[in-house]
């Protein structure tokens, strides 16, 4: 502490008070502290300032300035890209300004951690994240026009093509984030990893403070023990693999497995998912990564880099893809048919795994590939459709504007009901509206953005601080690829709808979110929420071809139609009603708070008038299978 911390200013030769700005630790301690800063905010660049900032790169948005400016503000003179633009447009005078397009020039790209330059146009990479409070939620201003009706607006997500269309580059672009489906061969070791994750005690060591040995051995003796119950294990499974896995003590084979089979079946692994991840995480730590001798972390193998490695890209523009990866179900449909489509979907694997086997790519590796292209299908339709099925039930059953009675009524007031929110039957319905579509957004791209959260939480370059975010010791860090993705949804759920209600604020990185893993696990949970919810709805009308439940329906809701509307209205008024936190800086209107409201709706079901139906239609809960 004897070196002057700002190390351009020294004390007076008489032994008086400074003269400049010297942080030591007898002149901050002594009575002329107040010179000090004076003189310190004076002449110590840097000091309670900003540096100096950077000249903004031609061509880029003078916003995030990573991604390239597609617009020019006409009042503004600034460029924007498209999502910042939309941001900083929202509301207030800036709402009337109007732009124009750029002309598109070449920019050169921003090099990636590896030092490889990568495209700057279509790339999630950081950007800064809305600061706008969280409170807004009943003023008239939240009720605002995204984009000018210059702007088209979208239809919602891409659904992927039908039998029989052009598939163009829409499985190509898919691809590159649908992980391999695991061999029965690569089973086996996931069940030990699985195993040895169930019984480690990882976080409960690793993430505590306290003394003793430093954090870096910690981490390498847990790794190392982790590795040892994973011998053992293969020894007792395979006993000449196990030999040599002790002998070579090659750990570096299958580092993705797990990772793999948890993004292509978000129901597995949900206690060790988390402890592999963390681990990971630490195991990025060059300290750690010297001791160990080896990186833990292994890319993602997806079908696109499998497809690539042996030049057969071809394989995802061939038309017949459709019909190979196609998902066959058998809900009210004859045998016959199902027959029929399930011959029609192995003619197509049979005839595409010959036509583009070869350069080392057998037929059962584009098998492989075309299977995990249908898982990708099965994923999208358990977790993305119930958004879809939820808004046509809103579309059908409430009118956008007007309540033609009390049951129809989507109002809500701020006090009533467990609301925290004050919105009249048409902005509730915008409300639910755009909340459900920015559900769908986001689970249409859930296998992109688990990819971008996974790089944000195993990078090397964003560490990560232990802290109490109020429900314990958490892992905070930022995820600036998730983020800048979740933006871009975002703007695409807003000029979907045409309009927003409430604040647009995403937590990432927060006490509210603290890391991407927690993102990821938060949005994995709405179907569990909307599924139960559409199931129950559907079955209502089989119900009541009972004659006792029907006459039981009509005697306690007056018909089938209105006890559906009964469930659903509830549901839309106070699933999303800003409750189930203290203050609206934890759920309110913000993008989170929306999925918080959900929850704490599921959470009084059982207090509902309308649970004995749930129970009828075979409700077992929202963890249960379905």
Request: hydrophobic share 35%.
């Amino acid at each position: 502490m004897s070196e002057s911390l700002s190390g351009s200013a020294s004390t007076s030769s008489s032994g008086g008070a400074p003269t400049l700005a010297t942080f030591t630790l007898e002149n901050i301690l002594s009575e002329h502290h107040d010179k000090i800063e004076d003189s310190a905010r004076a002449t110590a660049e840097g000091w309670d300032e900003e540096a100096t900032e950077k000249p903004l790169k031609e061509g880029y948005c003078i916003e995030c300035e990573d991604q390239p400016a597609d617009l020019v503000c006409e009042n503004c003179d600034d460029k924007y890209c498209e999502v910042c633009f939309a941001s900083q447009h929202r509301k207030g005078s800036r709402k009337s300004h109007t732009t124009k397009l750029l002309e598109k020039t070449a920019v050169r790209a921003k090099p990636d951690a590896n030092g490889a330059e990568e495209p700057s146009e279509d790339k999630d990479t950081e950007m800064k994240v809305d600061e706008e409070g969280d409170t807004a939620g009943a003023d008239d201003e939240d009720w605002e026009r995204v984009m000018s009706t210059s702007n088209a607006a979208l239809d919602g997500p891409k659904m992927q093509p039908a039998v029989g269309d052009s598939v163009g580059d829409w499985f190509l672009e898919r691809a590159k984030y649908i992980p391999l489906r695991l061999t029965m061969g690569e089973r086996k070791y996931l069940r030990l990893l699985e195993a040895s994750l169930t019984v480690s005690e990882y976080t409960d060591k690793i993430d505590v403070i306290g003394f003793g040995l430093s954090k870096t051995k910690r981490i390498v003796s847990q790794i190392r023990e982790l590795c040892a119950i994973m011998s053992g294990l293969m020894l007792s499974a395979d006993y000449k693999l196990g030999q040599e896995l002790f002998q070579d003590k090659d750990f570096e084979s299958n580092r993705s497995l797990g990772r793999r089979h948890k993004i292509m079946n978000p129901d597995k692994m949900r206690t060790t998912y988390g402890k592999l991840i963390y681990l990971l995480q630490d195991s990025q730590n060059p300290e750690v990564r010297d001791m160990l001798n080896f990186s833990c972390v292994k890319p993602i193998k997806t079908v696109y880099t499998v497809l690539e490695k042996h030049d057969a890209l071809d394989l995802l523009k061939d038309d017949l893809i459709t019909v190979a990866t196609k998902e066959i179900y058998s809900e009210g449909r004859p045998r016959i048919e199902v027959q029929r489509d399930i011959k029609s979907k192995e003619r197509a694997i049979e005839h595409l795994s010959s036509q583009y086997q070869g350069n080392g790519l057998s037929q059962e590796q584009i098998r492989q590939c075309l299977y995990s292209i249908g898982d990708n299908h099965a994923f999208l339709r358990t977790n993305r459709d119930p958004c879809e099925k939820m808004i046509s039930f809103l579309k059908e059953s409430f009118h956008p504007t007007q309540a033609k009675d009390p049951i129809s009524s989507l109002a809500i007031r701020s006090g009533r009901g467990g609301a925290r929110l004050s919105h009249d039957h048409s902005k509730q319905y915008a409300y639910v509206l755009q909340s459900l579509t920015l559900w769908r957004e986001i689970l249409h791209d859930m296998f992109h953005l688990w990819s971008l959260a996974e790089q944000d939480l195993l990078s090397d370059k964003v560490p990560y601080r232990l802290r109490d975010t109020g429900q314990g010791l958490n892992r905070v860090q930022g995820a600036p690829k998730t983020s800048r993705m979740m933006h871009s949804i975002l703007n695409k759920a807003q000029r979907s709808v045409g309009t927003w209600i409430g604040s647009s604020v995403i937590h990432m990185g927060d006490h509210n979110v603290p890391n991407a893993l927690l993102f990821i696990d938060k949005y994995t949970q709405i179907y569990r929420i909307l599924l139960p919810i559409c199931n129950t709805v559907s079955k209502i009308p089989e119900l009541a071809k009972k004659p006792a439940l029907r006459k039981y329906i009509e005697e306690e809701y007056g018909s089938v139609e209105d006890c559906r509307k009964e469930i659903l209205g509830d549901f839309f008024r106070h699933g999303f009603d800003g409750s189930g936190a203290d203050n609206f800086f934890d759920a309110g209107s913000c993008i989170d708070g929306r999925l918080t409201s959900a929850w704490n709706w599921c959470s009084s079901l059982e207090k509902k008038r309308y649970f004995h139906i749930f129970l009828l239609t075979g409700f077992v809960g929202f963890d249960g299978e379905w």
